[in-house]
């Protein structure tokens, strides 16, 4: 059976082949040289993606012996998961209490454990393979309405008490004024078994581990055309790979390359913005612990400060597939919202980039075939998830399916209208969000 792929999001907001105008691509290190594919090749196993998923993949199934090709449409890290936030977060990306209404308690803890055993992994490969990536732990959730104050008390107890889960705790509202430097915000929570990182530097860490441990990454290689079976056959404008297995680990720009993914699975735009450097006084104003921030919004506000003193702060998403004409001063509306005394504060960067959703903002793991593999739809927690899901995915390739059968059962509906409909109906439903939001 071929499929044959089309995919807008690939091209029309960036330069082919390069990374965006970002604080993470002019701060990038250790960038590996790799080339794209040409004439015909074979292997073990084709990941299409070179994001946290595709590359934890790679690392993880080079590691147990097989023979892994990585192919990437334009560069390694080069999509959401060298331009996120840097985020990482405990748990699913649903409350581990309102995880328990959707599914039963078993596989809710079951769910739990595996995103602690892939936050876990997260700082591992950083410590395994001494990736410079800034990791520092701290993560505030600042509450924008008092009406949530008593949830998040609540909410607190769960994990202390259901879950053994200590590193969490309540903050009442003049600590969190005090934690943030703003009075924007009522209570919330501090976990210190979350924390933060240069996402693009961690992803270029896990490919470099990836290729000393054997796989092969090749830029510049999308995926155009696709013969399924046993074996798969995968096609590139220059090339071909022959594959016992695929994965694909394409998130928010799978495009039509794999239908199913596509009708579960919606990309959405979200924008960030990185301020000239700060002084220390006023970093310490800003964010006093120096963990990284994210609020009750339903269109979430998130920030933190970089290792060289610079606010970077993430506002906004589009439901449309281009970019805002002027990132910086879309952006900058909602961190001078927060913070008004950066308002002479330079905004010296500003970029986009494409993540994923699901209905259930749980992510969507799929076995396609015997040899076919998904995973995809972190909701923007995918620096921790998506680092797990390669791991799991390398599991399932070699036998050993139970964490993946886990998240496969996850519920992730399909949305309504499929890929036709999802989008408008999104932007129809976040306009309300956004709406009540400011109630």
Same mark, same amino acid.
């Given at each position: 059976?071929?499929?044959?792929?089309?995919?807008?999001?690939?091209?029309?907001?960036?330069?082919?082949?390069?990374?965006?105008?970002?604080?993470y691509?002019?701060?990038?290190?250790?960038i590996?040289?790799?080339?794209s594919?040409q004439?015909?090749?074979r292997?073990?196993?084709?990941?299409?993606g070179?994001?946290?998923?595709?590359l934890?993949?790679a690392?993880?199934?080079?590691?147990?012996?097989?023979?892994?090709?990585?192919?990437d449409?334009?560069?390694?890290?080069?999509?959401?998961?060298?331009r996120?936030?840097?985020?990482?977060?405990?748990?699913?990306?649903?409350?581990?209490d309102?995880l328990?209404?959707?599914?039963?308690?078993?596989?809710?803890?079951?769910?739990?454990?595996?995103?602690?055993?892939?936050?876990?992994?997260?700082?591992?490969l950083?410590?395994?393979h001494?990736?410079?990536?800034?990791?520092?732990?701290?993560?505030?959730?600042?509450?924008?309405?008092?009406?949530?104050?008593?949830?998040?008390?609540?909410?607190?107890?769960?994990? /202390?008490?259901?879950y053994d889960?200590?590193?969490?705790r309540?903050?009442?509202?003049?600590?969190?004024?005090?934690?943030?430097?703003?009075?924007?915000?009522?209570?919330?929570?501090?976990?210190?078994?979350?924390?933060h990182?240069?996402?693009?530097?961690?992803?270029?860490?896990?490919?470099?581990?990836?290729?000393?441990?054997?796989?092969?990454?090749?830029?510049?290689?999308?995926?155009?055309?696709?013969?399924?079976?046993?074996?798969?056959?995968?096609?590139?404008?220059?090339g071909?790979?022959?594959a016992?297995?695929?994965?694909?680990?394409?998130?928010g720009?799978?495009?039509?390359?794999?239908?199913?993914?596509?009708?579960?699975?919606?990309?959405i735009? /979200?924008?960030?913005i990185?301020?000239?450097?700060?002084?220390?006084?006023?970093?310490?104003?800003?964010?006093?612990?120096?963990?990284?921030?994210?609020?009750?919004?339903?269109?979430?506000?998130?920030?933190?400060?970089?290792?060289?003193?610079?606010?970077?702060?993430g506002g906004?998403?589009?439901?449309?597939?281009r970019?805002?004409?002027?990132?910086k001063?879309?952006?900058?509306?909602?961190?001078?919202?927060?913070?008004?005394?950066l308002?002479?504060?330079?905004?010296?960067?500003g970029?986009?980039g494409?993540?994923?959703?699901?209905?259930?903002?749980?992510?969507?793991?799929?076995?396609?075939?015997?040899?076919?593999?998904?995973?995809?739809?972190?909701?923007?927690?995918?620096?921790?998830?998506?680092?797990?899901?390669g791991?799991?995915?390398?599991?399932?390739?070699?036998?050993?399916?139970?964490?993946?059968?886990?998240?496969?059962?996850?519920?992730?509906?399909?949305?309504p209208?499929?890929?036709?409909?999802?989008s408008?109906?999104?932007?129809?439903?976040?306009?309300?969000?956004?709406?009540?939001?400011?109630?």
């Amino acid at each position: 059976m071929a499929s044959r792929h089309s995919n807008p999001l690939l091209h029309l907001n960036d330069q082919d082949g390069s990374y965006p105008p970002s604080w993470y691509a002019a701060t990038a290190t250790g960038i590996p040289k790799t080339q794209s594919l040409q004439g015909d090749h074979r292997c073990d196993v084709a990941v299409i993606g070179g994001g946290f998923t595709g590359l934890s993949a790679a690392l993880h199934l080079a590691e147990r012996g097989y023979s892994v090709r990585l192919l990437d449409a334009h560069r390694i890290g080069w999509g959401a998961s060298g331009r996120n936030g840097g985020q990482v977060g405990t748990g699913q990306r649903v409350a581990q209490d309102e995880l328990e209404q959707k599914v039963d308690s078993s596989l809710a803890r079951d769910a739990w454990q595996i995103a602690e055993e892939a936050k876990g992994l997260v700082t591992d490969l950083i410590a395994r393979h001494q990736i410079p990536c800034d990791y520092r732990r701290g993560s505030i959730h600042a509450n924008h309405r008092r009406r949530y104050d008593d949830h998040s008390r609540r909410f607190v107890d769960l994990l /202390n008490e259901r879950y053994d889960y200590d590193e969490i705790r309540y903050v009442p509202p003049d600590e969190m004024q005090a934690l943030v430097g703003c009075k924007g915000y009522s209570a919330g929570t501090l976990d210190m078994g979350a924390g933060h990182l240069h996402p693009l530097n961690y992803a270029l860490g896990i490919a470099r581990a990836a290729m000393t441990a054997g796989a092969v990454l090749f830029e510049n290689s999308e995926v155009t055309h696709i013969d399924t079976g046993d074996p798969v056959r995968l096609y590139t404008a220059q090339g071909s790979l022959t594959a016992r297995y695929v994965l694909y680990a394409c998130n928010g720009y799978i495009g039509s390359l794999e239908k199913s993914i596509g009708r579960r699975v919606m990309p959405i735009n /979200n924008y960030i913005i990185a301020t000239e450097p700060l002084n220390d006084e006023t970093v310490r104003g800003l964010i006093a612990n120096g963990a990284c921030v994210s609020d009750s919004r339903f269109v979430v506000n998130y920030f933190r400060c970089s290792a060289d003193n610079r606010m970077l702060f993430g506002g906004g998403e589009s439901y449309g597939y281009r970019f805002p004409r002027d990132i910086k001063t879309f952006v900058q509306r909602y961190m001078l919202k927060i913070y008004p005394n950066l308002k002479d504060t330079k905004v010296e960067y500003g970029w986009g980039g494409t993540l994923a959703i699901t209905m259930s903002r749980l992510p969507y793991f799929q076995r396609h075939s015997a040899n076919i593999f998904s995973a995809s739809g972190y909701s923007g927690s995918g620096v921790a998830l998506a680092t797990g899901a390669g791991a799991m995915l390398a599991e399932a390739i070699d036998g050993v399916a139970s964490r993946f059968d886990v998240m496969n059962r996850l519920p992730t509906p399909s949305f309504p209208g499929g890929s036709a409909l999802r989008s408008p109906l999104l932007a129809l439903a976040m306009t309300w969000f956004a709406i009540r939001d400011r109630l």
